[in-house]
């Protein structure tokens, strides 16, 4: 079974704090990405990426990093954190940019005071 | 089980036609939202149901918490509507939580 994990499962961060969520997959997947979902809001893309060491902006992208070390490894990173980036965020995977599949990881939420 | 189930899988329209996806829960959900997938992975947010129906262009969407579904009907479809489509529920247990359906990828013929 395709899998996509994410860690944490929540934080509690505070403003200023740097911020690392991390994402696992082990579908053998060369994409994977990076979304914000908002309550009552529909997903957001923050970063993507189709092939290690190599990371792509997407449509909300300021205010975060990203870092594929591994195909099987993409981090989003809040160097800075702030309160509007209290949020869920998904990890997501597949295997090309198309209409294949896509497999979510269960979502991290984020809260920063 | 999964708690989401969206349905087909898979479909092929012809241009001019139309269908419905659909998304089955295993539980009460708050509301749900229906996406579509576009060729660089950004989730484009076709519509936000808490209940009722929503209708936009040639796309409506329904959702009935009570008895459990949600649909998306595609009417007069068009090439450039190819692609891939999510639902995703929210619910509440001890905290907020999102699932999403498996996705069904959709093919327009001219």
């Known amino acids: 079974e395709a899998a996509v994990t994410q860690s944490p499962r929540s934080k509690v961060a505070v403003t200023g704090g740097k911020v690392t969520l991390s994402c696992h997959q082990t579908?053998?997947?060369?994409?994977m990405y990076w979304y914000r979902q908002d309550t009552g809001h529909g997903l957001r893309l923050i970063h993507y990426s189709y092939v290690a060491d190599s990371t792509e902006k997407g449509d909300i992208p300021d205010g975060y990093k990203a870092s594929r070390p591994s195909q099987e490894n993409f981090s989003l990173i809040l160097e800075l954190a702030s309160l509007s980036q209290t949020a869920v965020y998904f990890c997501?995977?597949?295997?090309?940019?198309?209409?294949?599949?896509?497999?979510f990881g269960k979502g991290t939420r984020l809260t920063v005071v | 089980g999964d708690q989401v189930e969206q349905s087909p899988s898979a479909l092929s329209l012809h241009e001019g036609t139309g269908s419905a996806l659909r998304c089955n829960f295993t539980?009460?959900?708050?509301?749900v939202q229906w996406f579509r997938k576009n060729s660089r992975g950004s989730l484009i947010n076709l519509f936000y149901?808490?209940?009722g129906t929503k209708e936009n262009g040639r796309l409506k969407s329904a959702f009935d918490s009570k008895e459990r579904y949600s649909t998306l009907h595609i009417r007069d479809a068009q090439l450039e509507d190819s692609g891939t489509y999510f639902c995703a529920a929210e619910w509440y247990t001890n905290a907020y939580k999102v699932i999403f359906g498996k996705g069904t990828h959709l093919h327009v013929l001219p």
């Open positions: 579908n053998n997947h060369d994409y």
């Open positions: 539980t009460t959900m708050r509301a």
């Open positions: 149901l808490a209940s």
């Open positions: 997501a995977s597949s295997d090309e940019d198309r209409d294949t599949e896509v497999f």
